[in-house]
């Protein structure tokens, strides 16, 4: 049998691990879900919701991954034998599998806006935004033509391996990301909504927390942290015996919280600069608005239009690939540890299927839009029902099991590298992974059940 792949230090391996923390889901869903919640108040519940459900969980997956060194699957095998818990990673790898056959297409998106910003089509005067985003998106070619480039660069990096694919990847491009958000945030001081958009960030209004915001932040941490499917227990196997477990866990949300935050402050202040455009525009608000955003406000200096925009789409395309690729390496080393195929061939068959998946989701906003289940297109299917159902389901699996199935002890060991570390806040953590996390999270199913009939 083959060595086990390891990161090459405990900076390779909080880099990956927040690489994978850092996505889509920061700096497209989270402004988006900042502007339709209102605001301050909003984050501040989603800081408590990091705090006391997503740390925990984030632990709890290390604490898996680390002690076995397996991938989600043979992990539950090895620690559960012949136990129905099992049933955890089956899901963990097909939920990853489906979420990364839907996030290739918004990734290749944000390919796409990178471009069409750079080559100054985006920055056109008479473009319709909402149409631009329309017409894209609507063509099965070209949807799918950007899709699958993207697919292709989370292919090479899975196929160069653990240490020279993807810990050299995330430690290149992580410091490049907080570069162009630091760029970015610079830019937005400059802007005239500047103002504004600091009230409305920095000012809490309680009135507007209503419980379905409360909920939504408690999902938006999820998401955010990648917990859940795997991707942090498998990334978890490739921590070596000095990783720290309790303190990267906090760097990790620590940095995935501040990319969420600094997003926030490019988004409002950028939005409140153009007077027609509302904090509240959803899913449209980084593909839709922000291109106008950003044409109205530097239309005396068109070529900083063009600039900013190139970078926040660049910003967008390096925090998604960093996520993708944690995704793609979930289901990866289980069908390279189990099946006993080469990394690369492995790679390769995870890449296939993925992008015949992605195809689908690319077309169901044009071709096949038809296509319905329950109202919703193939897209939002994906996402609904991975995010909205199997993601909970396993969150609270995974603390039901740490919190309660194992042995208080390896935990334990696990949590202070064999009691070299100091276990005070262990009493903590355990009242957490047993208690909090899993009520909090099982109001959120029963409220993203109830949303959805
Ligand atoms: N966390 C990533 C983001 O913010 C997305 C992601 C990657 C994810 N892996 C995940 C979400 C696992 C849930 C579960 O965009």
Redesign the pocket.
Known sequence: MEKHANFGSRMGAIFAAAG???????????PMEVGNNGGAAFILVYLLCIVLMGLPIMISEFVIGRHTQSNMIEAFRKLAPGKWWRFIGILGIF??FI??SY?IVVSGWTLYYTYSSFSGMLMDNDTDYGAFFGNFVANPWLSVLFAAIFMLLTHIVIARGVQSGIEKCSKVMMPMLLLIIGLLVLCAFSMPGIDEGLRFLLKPDFSKLTVSAVLSAMGQA???????????CTYASYFGPKTRLMSSAVSVAAI?TFV?VLSGFIVFPAVFSVPGVEANAGPGLVFQTLPYVFNMAFDSVPWLGYLFSGMFYILLFL??LT??I??HE?VTAYVHENWHMPRKKAATLVSVATMSFGVVCCLSFGVLSGWTIFGMNIFDLFDSV??KIL?PIGGVLIALFVGWYLDRKLVYMEVTNNGTLSGRFFGVLLFLIRWVAPIAITSMFVKGLLDML
């Open positions: 994978s923390a850092v996505g889509l889901g920061n700096v497209w869903r989270f939920v990853a979420i990364l996030y999820f998401y955010s942290l990648s917990l859940a499917m795997g991707c942090l995935d969420a925090a998604a996520s993708a944690s995704l979930s991975s995010s993601l």
